[in-house]
């Protein structure tokens, strides 16, 4: 690759990481807009959550900080404008990407983000729907008798949010698996034997994303084990194995050390004839041919006629 092609590509590249920033951008005002509805569909959902499982009694929300709702609602507005857009967002990676792709590799393309957005959206409804009562079950069970819960308006929400985005991540895990074996950068029959090892990355995975606590772990860690396990049986259906070396191998061994090896080739009636003294020999001749070319360049002197001598001297050419 030359400078110049190098150059126009980190151009188009600048370029549509600024599209994908002013699409951001242009889209924080609506996730700001909505942010207050989103917010209080989430309180709602999660005081029932509390009421069902934390016993009967109103259920109540507080604030510690005069900033706190406002700065909450911030960061829903940019989570927002981030998770919508990314349509927008692979649409121009799509068109930086398409013209160096082979259709395999777009088909492969556009079914792996088709599945990561529903696989990021199943886990985050997943996680607040299906993990979040629980974890309010099993927190709410630690109180005792004459204890009152005064619960953060933040921290609640905020507790929601990373429980559906560590879902929605990790969910994408065994996607990723997939498609690097489906490009081969990993064997699939690596993955199988290497049980044992993907399952200690998950469970430190989830430990990681989630709130330190036993529950949300492994709630987190077997349906992404499990996802796992269905990954591996996809991909030993839809990836090919490689095809074995068979004649290829045979034809590389053959014409490695070509050089050094080289028999030419005879027909049958060639082989059952005598040999002739006075024949060429093709393999003499290929192997002093090889030699001359292999050998460095040496640039000859150039050669002068010899001119002819004064008169009177020897081997004047008087006719010359």
Request: aromatic share 12%; glycine share 8%; charged share 15%.
């Amino acid at each position: 690759m030359s400078a110049e092609s190098f150059l126009s590509h980190i151009e188009a590249l600048r370029k549509m990481l600024l599209e994908v920033l002013v699409i951001f951008l242009i889209l924080l005002l609506p996730g700001w807009f909505v942010a207050g509805d989103v917010l209080s569909f989430l309180q709602d959902a999660a005081a029932a959550i509390a009421r069902k499982h934390g016993g009967e009694g109103s259920f109540e929300l507080y604030y510690f900080s005069p900033l706190e709702p406002f700065m909450l609602e911030l960061k829903t507005g940019s989570i927002l404008a981030l998770a919508a857009g990314v349509p927008l967002y692979f649409w121009r990676g799509w068109h930086f990407l398409a013209p160096a792709l082979y259709k395999r590799e777009k088909r492969m393309l556009l079914a792996g983000c088709t599945s990561a957005w529903l696989l990021f959206a199943l886990g985050c409804a997943i996680g607040f729907f299906g993990v979040m009562p629980l974890l309010v079950k099993f927190s709410y069970g630690f109180a005792r008798d004459g204890l009152m819960p005064m619960i953060g308006y933040g921290n609640f929400l905020e507790l929601a949010m990373i429980i559906a985005l560590a879902f929605g991540l990790m969910f994408e895990f065994p996607l990723i698996l997939l498609i690097a074996a489906a490009v081969g950068i990993i064997k699939l029959d690596t993955l199988k034997k290497q049980r044992p090892l993907v399952l200690v990355v998950v469970l430190v995975l989830a430990a990681v994303l989630t709130p330190p606590d036993v529950i949300s772990q492994m709630l987190l860690a077997i349906p992404t084990w499990m996802l796992f396990e269905l990954m591996l049986l996809i991909g030993s259906l839809i990836i090919k194995p490689p095809a074995e070396d068979g004649a290829g191998g045979q034809v590389a061994d053959t014409f490695s050390d070509t050089q050094e090896h080289y028999v030419p080739h005879q027909s049958k009636s060639q082989t059952n004839q005598p040999s002739d003294p006075t024949a060429v020999n093709n393999e003499e001749v290929y192997v002093h041919a090889n030699t001359f070319l292999n050998q460095p360049y040496r640039r000859r002197r150039k050669r002068h006629k010899p001119t002819a001598q004064r008169p009177g001297k020897k081997g004047y050419n008087y006719h010359a």
